[in-house]
């Protein structure tokens, strides 16, 4: 259990220990977290497969940039000129200031942007101060299809669209590492939700079954009872073509 304002109070004006030291260490983590909203958060009864920021390529206008101002420092020690000295030295400057705001705002984004797999849905969110999310649940997956440049296979990293079922059509997202496996991942978690779908229904089948067509020797309805109660079951839609003549055929084999 988390320790409370009081034990943070006494934990700070106490004398510092190295299990303190790691216990503020640990909630301030903890809570740095969920302002940022790094983590997705589950449903009950629901399992993380996959969970991953966007691959690092995330950053290549901060590296190009970088780049830019290290030919800068290049091109100062090639001029001679005292006052086209000072002009770079003030271009650099300004240009390392930017770079550092733009990098260190951009890890936030990077690092409050998450894309998770679970076995009921896939999610996604972003946004330090504005928040965005979507949530495609599983069953509503119609296809999943994977981009990648020459480059972006080297790199490892690519863009994966979900075609979805309902309003929301076609979602895309950029920068996820090791695209390929995410669609395979995504459509064998698709088919692990359908067989599941497949065991409710038949159990809850079974189930119907045992209610209106008791088996054994303690059986009190006659045949003509038991298909009539059949029918009403494929009637209700509780049972499928095959499954009725199949039930059907065992009745009057018992005549």
């Given at each position: ?25 640990i ?72 770079l ?16 998770a797999?679970?076995?009921q ?44 079922a ?8 950029e920068?996820i590492?090791?695209p ?12 692990a ?9 038949a ?19 006659s045949?003509?009872?038991r ?8 009637a ?20």
């Amino acid at each position: 259990m988390p320790a409370s304002i009081g034990e943070h109070s006494s934990i700070i004006g106490s004398e510092p220990s190295g299990r303190h030291v790691a216990l503020c260490l640990i909630v301030t983590a903890q809570y740095s977290s969920r302002m940022l909203g790094a983590e997705i958060e589950l449903m009950p009864d629901e399992k993380m497969i996959l969970a991953s920021n966007p691959h690092w390529f995330y950053f290549w206008k901060q590296v190009a940039a970088g780049a830019g101002v290290i030919g800068l420092l290049l091109l100062l020690a090639l001029v001679d000129a005292d006052w086209l000295n000072t002009i770079i030295w003030w271009v650099v400057i300004l240009a390392v200031v930017v770079l550092v705001l733009d990098l260190i705002y951009e890890f936030i984004q990077w690092k409050t942007t998450r894309f998770a797999i679970t076995d009921q849905r896939v999610a996604y969110q972003s946004g330090i101060f504005r928040r965005r999310g979507v949530s495609i649940p599983l069953n509503r997956v119609n296809n999943v299809n994977f981009d990648q440049s020459a480059i972006a296979r080297i790199l490892n990293n690519g863009i994966v669209t979900i075609e979805s079922a309902g309003q929301t059509g076609d979602s895309v997202f950029e920068n996820i590492p090791n695209p390929e496996h995410v669609r395979s991942l995504i459509f064998a978690q698709v088919e692990a939700d359908e067989q599941r779908d497949s065991d409710r229904d038949a159990a809850a089948l079974a189930e119907a079954m045992r209610h209106h067509l008791p088996q054994g020797a303690g059986d009190a309805r006659s045949p003509q009872e038991r298909l009539a109660a059949l029918d009403d079951l494929r009637a209700q839609g509780l049972v499928n073509d095959e499954e009725y003549q199949t039930k059907r055929q065992q009745i009057l084999d018992e005549l």
